[in-house]
């Protein structure tokens, strides 16, 4: 039956006609000014090759007639098309991305795809050159305007950008009729259930886990497609292109008071478009001062322009997450030609003044980055791509990253086996202060680092994947060009725990990167540079759930590239992504281990990626319910990702120098590794992160019960108090005291003193840490401990929260802000968890920005949370839940 529907569906949507009306033939666009962008992200149609009987020429000649072809999502997939006109199910619930068709089996005729584009623009202008230009497509394309292959080579890789001028191809007033045809990577390989699938993928210069991975799967059209953005740009005769802007911060500098002087240096390339001599004055403007050269230019003549170099005076620095301000300045170069001393072209360069530096540490054997002088302790987490078919938007990317960046991290790893990153992703990155850390696209999976039965070629055939070598090392310096003016691209890394293929490394090492940037370059993230470590252990890992303990007591890695835990999400996403059914039968023991923990993964669970929490969930109580299933797996969330937070800031300098998480979200529906889920609902591993990561923090040590003080600023913060109290769970006071006058010296961690359980308790038992500044509450951290190893069932007796919740909502426009208030008698109101929804649909609101969440309020005190989101609906239509552990 499973069959007959796969075949049906491939039956319908191969052969689709659609009865639309077509495309919109007065689509005008209007020309860009120099150093704009007119995006061609509308009115655009697409259409199986197969079906089509004419070539590119005769289909851009504007004599065809489209109605009947479908409407496209340019930026868009092949995939993502064929969802948005309802002729797949999603792939994200369920199991129905098994029912889709996959490349494998259908062969890349099935998914290669048309896609046209009509529009009409103004009169060009004298001496004006019109530039078509692509900034991602996947994998090949031929490309045709107005009757006329305007791509003298095959557009080939998916990580890289293409311009054409079609100025003498375009026409003015009249209909213009762009057509692409889209092939995908050649050859897509299998998804047989390996890393990589069977590792074919990796031939090709593009992503490698569309053919699946351990936390994902398999995309079935391998995210064919035009998939990122389409512009219209223009320029007079003279082209200026690739500005950059290095900075150079001599000393070790802080973020506040009166800076020494900075010195920036600045560079383009310019590009004589004419037939004739040309000479031209390049010049730049920042902070009203200007700097010019002049230049000669032989006819079509392309030259790298080094410009006078500034100093600037008291600069505003660009500091990472948590130790200072974000600056930012916008700087405008422009190129004005010989003959009409106009101005021919122009680029603005945003850039933030700052110095990276990294070295080995001696002492951990860690890899150490400074910033601005300062040595910044890294936790930070691994990134794989937004969406898993590239549905990306610069909305989404600065959601993503303010979580991030809520969540106390610095630094972001871009996993190799996705893309780099675009720039809308880096410009979020600058503006949160998130170090990058972007890999290539090469991983050990695919490219050869083990002997993988699931592999198709062998070993050595994959060492050397891709195969077009030079493609790829024109990739990387496209790419290169597209991103280094960021201040929040900290390292390039050759790769996913392997390298590329030798002469890659080689020519990466002496000749792209000493010539297109600066940073420094890693050949691949377990390499020794990072994870050499003098008493052994592993390059990156775990990857399952620890015991608390662990995290303090286990010397891993002193920079550790991966390393994770368990991530399931809320009920209401299981909700969202499986039927009542799959929803219900939810995997869960006391006791035991393995796949199954005793009991059988259901399937949906497990094509969904479903990592196992091991007896962990029994030692709170047997769940009867998917929802206490998920209830007590946000306590294990919550406790694992703080514990690794706090142990690895335990021994911060003297074991470690840093590490990222694997991994802080999926681009899926996946039931593993993630902070916030794909529909941007966060869970208890995001608070657990952003507690343990306070920037000024206290903290329990699991492994030696010591109470310790955390700063990861660079200065020092003296005459603090520190104060613990505990409780007992029906909300007694069972014990306190305080430590004043404790010195926090900066990028620091140090003991203060033993704490042990309360001689009365004989199970669980709260142990509340504060951190304190004159009145200021800087760190309060709340543990429940057990006095029973691994016993946390009296949880269950909690006494009864009585407390009162209060709410208070504002709107202006569509921008919310909800205050809500709890405030509790003498009883405990422990993990709430805040949530919103549309009273009239039971719809969850999404995304939100929260104070805080997961919280515990103790007896006789109130919390304020608020809470920030946007949404059209009325007020009256919005809803506020609060889940309380010992509500009854």
């Not at 410009?307 to 990472?320: F, G």
């Not at 269950?796 to 405030?823: C, F, G, L, R």
């Amino acid at each position: 039956m499973k069959n007959l529907k796969k075949v049906l569906i491939s039956f319908l949507f191969a052969g689709m006609i659609l009865d639309v009306s077509g495309i919109e033939k007065n689509n005008v666009i209007a020309i860009p000014q120099s150093g704009e962008k007119t995006l061609l992200n509308s009115n655009w149609i697409t259409r199986q090759a197969a079906y089509i009987m004419v070539d590119g020429a005769v289909l851009s000649s504007g004599k065809q007639d489209f109605k009947g072809w479908m409407p496209a999502t340019v930026p868009g997939t092949v995939l993502t098309n064929l969802l948005n006109n309802d002729l797949i199910p999603s792939p994200y619930f369920g199991m129905n991305n098994k029912l889709i068709p996959d490349i494998f089996h259908t062969g890349n005729d099935f998914y290669t795809y048309w896609f046209v584009n009509q529009f009409i623009i103004p009169e060009i202008g004298k001496d004006k050159r019109i530039w078509l230009n692509f900034r991602g497509i996947n994998y090949k394309a031929e490309i045709f305007l107005n009757g006329k292959r305007i791509s003298t080579t095959t557009h080939e890789g998916m990580f890289i950008r293409r311009s054409y001028d079609i100025t003498d191809v375009v026409t003015s007033g009249n209909v213009n009729t762009l057509a692409a045809l889209v092939l995908p990577p050649d050859p897509p390989g299998e998804d047989n259930g390996g890393q990589a699938g069977d590792g074919q993928i990796a031939q090709n210069n593009t992503m490698h886990f569309t053919a699946g991975w351990d936390w994902i799967q398999a995309v079935r059209d391998r995210n064919t497609g035009i998939w990122d953005e389409v512009s219209l740009t223009s320029t007079g005769s003279i082209r200026l292109m690739h500005p950059q802007v290095v900075s150079k911060v001599p000393g070790v500098r802080t973020p506040d008071g009166k800076q020494a002087d900075a010195t920036l240096f600045v560079n383009a390339e310019i590009e004589n478009l004419t037939a004739n001599p040309q000479t031209v004055t390049v010049s730049y403007e920042l902070e009203k001062q200007q700097f010019s050269a002049k230049i000669q230019l032989a006819p079509r003549e392309k030259r790298l322009v080094n410009l006078p170099s500034m100093t600037m005076k008291n600069p505003r620095l660009w500091w990472p997450n948590n130790m200072g301000k974000q600056e930012l300045y916008d700087m405008t170069l422009t190129v004005t030609d010989g003959v009409s001393a106009n101005i021919s072209d122009k680029q603005t360069v945003r850039f933030g003044i700052r110095e990276i530096a990294t070295e080995k540490d001696p002492a951990t054997g860690g890899r150490k980055f400074f910033v601005n002088g300062q040595k910044i302790f890294i936790r930070g987490g691994n990134y794989i791509a937004s969406d898993w078919m590239l549905q990306l938007s610069a909305e989404r990317y600065r959601t993503e990253v303010c979580f991030l960046a809520d969540m106390n991290l610095n630094m972001l790893r871009i996993w190799g086996g996705a893309l780099p990153e675009r720039p809308e992703f880096y410009n979020a990155c600058d503006e949160y202060g998130l170090l990058v850390f972007q890999d290539l696209s090469v991983t050990g999976d695919a490219n050869g680092a083990w002997n993988d039965r699931t592999k198709k070629d062998s070993q050595a055939r994959r060492w050397e994947y891709p195969d077009n070598h030079v493609l790829f090392l024109e990739s990387v310096t496209d790419q290169i060009k597209m991103l280094r003016n960021h201040p929040s691209l900290a390292i390039w890394c050759g790769g996913n725990e392997w390298p590329p293929a030798s002469n890659i490394v080689d020519a990466l090492q002496k000749d792209i990167f000493p010539n297109y940037d600066h940073r420094h370059f890693a050949v691949y993230s377990t390499d020794t540079v990072f994870t050499r470590n003098t008493i052994g252990g592993v390059g990156d890992g775990p990857y399952g759930i620890q015991e608390p303990e662990w995290f303090f007591t286990f010397r891993s890695t002193p920079f550790n590239p991966e390393l994770g835990s368990v991530g399931l999400p809320e009920a209401t996403t299981l909700r969202a992504i499986m039927n009542e059914a799959d929803y219900r039968d939810f995997p869960v023991t006391n006791t035991g281990s393995g796949a199954g923990f005793g009991r059988r993964i259901n399937q949906t669970w497990e094509y969904h990626k479903y990592l196992p929490y091991g007896d962990h969930i029994g030692r709170y109580f047997q769940p009867t319910t998917t929802e206490e299933f998920c209830s007590i797996a946000q306590l294990l969330n919550f406790e694992q990702y703080r514990a690794l937070m706090e142990g690895w800031a335990s021994n911060m300098w003297n074991w470690y120098t840093g590490m990222l998480i694997w991994k802080i979200q999926n681009p899926w529906t996946a039931l593993r590794g993630q902070m916030y889920d794909c529909y941007l609902d966060v869970n208890a591993c995001y608070y657990g992160t952003r507690v343990g990561g306070e920037p000024l923090h206290v903290q329990y040590n699991h492994g030696n019960r010591q109470v310790e003080v955390v700063n990861t600023t660079v200065s020092t913060k003296d005459k603090c108090t520190v104060r613990i109290r505990m409780y007992g769970i029906d909300g007694k006071l069972l014990h306190q005291q305080e430590q004043k006058d404790v010195v926090l010296a900066a990028n620091s961690s140090k003991a203060l003193f033993a704490v042990e359980p309360p001689s009365q308790v004989q199970n669980v038992y709260f142990l509340r840490l504060e951190l304190i500044d004159g009145s200021n509450l800087l760190s309060d951290n709340v543990y429940w401990l057990t006095t029973q190893a691994k016993d946390y069932s009296n949880l269950q007796q909690m006494t009864p929260s009585q407390a009162a919740v209060s709410i208070h909502i504002e709107k202006k426009d569509i921008e919310y802000n909800v205050k809500v208030q709890m405030k509790t008698k003498d009883q405990i109101s422990f993990f709430n968890r805040i949530s919103v929804f549309n009273k009239k649909t039971g719809e969850r609101i999404l995304p939100v920005f929260y104070s805080d969440n997961y919280f515990t309020v103790f007896p006789n005190e109130e919390k304020m949370i608020t809470l920030n989101f946007t949404s059209d609906l009325p007020k009256e239509d919005i809803e506020i839940k609060v889940r309380e552990w010992n509500k009854r």
